[in-house]
Structures are given as structure tokens and as C-alpha cells.
């Protein structure tokens, strides 16, 4: 682990993608016997179900001429894919098993197969070289798919690009004035935090303990909490995808046991994962996991619709900043100060990650 000072200069903006890297493409759940198309990385992939129930991922683009398999009249049968324009027909491999007009299938005729994991449920698709793909980790968020955790989730479109997405996630003192009056309160902007890199591991974390602190809505209205919190924000970032805030919610004054036991306190775990689409555009997946008010459906919607809101309001700053990007002359130096510890040092980890 090596400690974090501010840095003060920025490592040049780039918008190239990390390759030879798992990326969330999906839900499971919006994967079924219904073809389905997201763009990863900027390359169109296609994902459906077999009748085993098994993810199948290949390239979206017909090798006769481009048509996309995603669109209709393209459309499936059993576990083969039929091309909505002249037919060619593949299989859950990719590999075209069928042509119009000749029985000889051209050995070349293959669609791009990606390995595919589905985890946590995440449907994570590998972007590179795929001889690659099983050696590389893949981050886990176990609470989405644990007993003893309720979940809610969404995907935003992004009209910006994912370094913006990340600078966000990892600088929370934004909190105070973007989310005001959702999970903002005055503390969290006014409370420094502690940035540690783990080199080897390839993970950033940032560290916000609040000892005592006003209880935002998002939390007085689930938990039931109407005093001042004891707020903790422990971010855990995997670049590029996997993004992690742990957020512990107690009474002022109330710390876990000694033995690590915590049962006075209350646990969000709070996943993002960041998928570029395109250069300028990315798939901010979140979802967000409680320990408790397991079975509260007023919880769940509140902090669904609370948090979608909370998500959108970032969606709308990160989509002014791209704009303010695109149109501003080069040369443009950012400022940085403490705060800003986190999101470069995950600048540098993506800067090394794509050199690669
Ligand atoms: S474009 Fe698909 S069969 Fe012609
Ligand atoms: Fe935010």
C-alpha cells in the first residue's frame, strides 16, 4: 500500500478504452430468449439465452453484410441465430451453421465470440483477446446476489465519457452540493479523506469517517435514524469497471465489536459498475444492497426511487461536462486539491491499464 498525497498536476485526458478487460454488459435479468444488443468498448455485441439458459455473447454485425442480428427480422430459433436480412444462420458459438443459396458455409463465416461470466448478477463480458480472458480477474460485489441483503438497481445512459463517471464516484464531497437534500449533508464536503493504493491488487481506496454527522434523508428515511450518524464511506474502486462505496450508518458514538461484529449499525453497499459505450457515452450501472428492512417494499421503492434520482443528477452534471469538453480550446489545466486524491490516483491505475 502506498499513501496518497494531492497531487497537483493531471495526467492528460484520454478517452481510449482499456482492452483485455472484463466489463458489466447487462443484468442477468435482461438477458432471455429475446435478442439483445449493447454496445461495450464501441464494438455492438449480441446476447441472448440458449435453452440451457446459458448467456451466449457474439458480435452484432452479419459477416454477409452488416445487418445487425439484434434487429428485427432477425430473430431466433432454438439455439441458432437467423439473420433478419438473407438468412445466414449461426450458432450459439458464433459460427455460421447455414447460407441462402448453397449448402457450403465459408469456414471464415463467423461471428466474434465473447467469453462471457455471469456473476453477482452481472453479466460481465470480457473485451480483448480472449486467450486472456480466463487469467484476468473479474471484481466480485457479492451482496447483489446474498441472502440476508435486499437490492435495487438501475442502469443511466451516460452521455460522457467514463474517466468523468469515475472522477464523480471517487470524489463523494460532491455529495454536499450535487445531492443536497438527498445524501448531501455539510459534513461529508468538510471531512478529509484518507487515499491508499494497492499497486499490486490494482485497487483504489478512499476513506470518509464521519464521527458525527447530520442523518441525510436517503438514510433518516430508511433506517428509521433521526439523530446525528456516525457516517462511514469507504470506497473500493477496481478500475476500469468495478466501483464499490461500503457505507456504515450508526448512532453517534456506536463502533463495531472488537470482534468485527456490527450489530448496531447499518449497511449499505453501494455498487457501480462503469461500462463504456463509446468514446463519449457509458452504461453507469448501480445498485444499491441494505442489510436491513429485508422485506420493506416501502424501503425498497423509496430508496430506488431516491437513488435513481441521485444517479440522474450526476448524469446531468457528467453530461454538461462532456459538452463543456468537446467545445473547449486544448491546453485546458484543471485544478486539483485534496479531495481530488482518489480520482487521480484512479487516473494513473487507467493511464497504466491502457498503456498496457
Ligand atoms: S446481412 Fe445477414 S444474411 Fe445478409
Ligand atoms: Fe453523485
Known amino acids: 500500500m502506498t499513501r496518497c498525497d494531492p497531487g497537483h498536476k493531471l495526467a492528460g485526458m484520454t478517452t481510449a478504452f482499456v482492452r483485455n478487460q472484463w466489463y458489466v454488459a447487462a443484468y442477468g435479468r435482461e438477458i432471455g430468449r429475446e435478442l439483445f444488443t449493447r454496445t461495450v468498448c464501441g464494438e455492438s455485441i449480441l446476447f441472448w439465452r ?3 439458459g446459458a448467456v451466449t455473447a457474439m458480435s452484432d454485425r452479419c459477416v454477409h453484410r452488416r445487418f445487425p442480428l439484434s434487429e428485427k427480422p432477425s430473430h431466433l430459433v432454438g439455439d441458432t441465430v437467423v439473420c433478419g436480412y ?17 449448402t457450403r458455409v465459408p469456414r471464415t463465416a463467423r461471428l ?9 448478477s452481472f453479466v460481465w463480458v470480457f473485451i480483448g483477446d480472449p486467450t486472456l480472458a480466463a ?5 466480485r460485489a457479492p451482496w447483489l446476489d446474498k441472502p440476508g441483503w435486499t437490492v435495487v438497481a438501475g442502469m443511466e445512459p451516460l452521455a460522457a465519457r467514463a474517466s ?13 452540493y450535487l445531492h443536497g437534500g438527498y445524501i448531501g449533508t455539510p459534513e461529508v464536503a468538510e471531512t478529509p479523506i484518507t487515499t491508499e493504493v494497492d499497486e499490486e491488487a490494482g485497487i483504489v481506496y478512499v476513506s470518509r469517517r464521519m464521527a458525527d454527522a447530520a442523518c441525510p434523508p436517503f438514510y433518516s428515511n430508511s433506517t428509521g435514524l433521526t439523530g446525528r450518524i456516525t457516517r462511514w464511506q469507504d470506497i473500493e474502486y477496481t478500475p476500469p469497471c468495478l466501483y464499490l462505496l461500503h457505507s456504515r450508518i450508526a448512532p453517534v458514538g456506536v463502533l463495531p465489536n472488537d470482534d468485527g461484529s456490527d450489530p ?15 468514446e463519449h457515452s457509458t452504461h453507469d450501472f448501480w445498485a444499491v444492497a441494505r442489510d436491513f428492512a429485508l422485506d420493506d ?3 425498497s421503492d423509496y430508496l430506488e426511487k431516491s437513488n435513481r ?18 467545445t473547449e480550446p486544448d491546453g485546458y489545466q484543471e485544478l486539483s486539491i485534496n479531495i481530488d486524491t482518489g480520482g487521480l490516483a484512479a487516473r494513473r491505475m487507467l493511464a497504466r491499464m491502457r498503456a498496457k
Open 264 to 278: 448496531d449499525a447499518f449497511h449499505v453497499e453501494v455498487v457501480y459498475a462503469i461500462t463504456p459505450e463509446t
Open 309 to 326: 434520482t441521485v444517479v440522474l443528477q450526476d448524469v446531468a452534471a457528467l453530461d454538461t461536462l462532456e459538452q463543456v469538453i468537446a
Open 50 to 52: 440458449t435453452g440451457n
Open 86 to 102: 438473407h438468412g445466414f444462420t449461426y450458432g450459439a458459438d458464433g459460427v455460421c451453421v447455414a447460407v441462402p443459396g448453397q
Open 297 to 299: 417494499q416501502e424501503v
Open 164 to 176: 468523468l463517471l469515475v472522477d464523480n464516484l471517487l470524489d463523494l464531497s460532491h455529495e454536499t
Open 135 to 139: 487469467t484476468t480477474r473479474i471484481p
Open 112 to 120: 466474434r465470440a465473447y467469453p462471457i461470466v455471469e456473476q453477482d
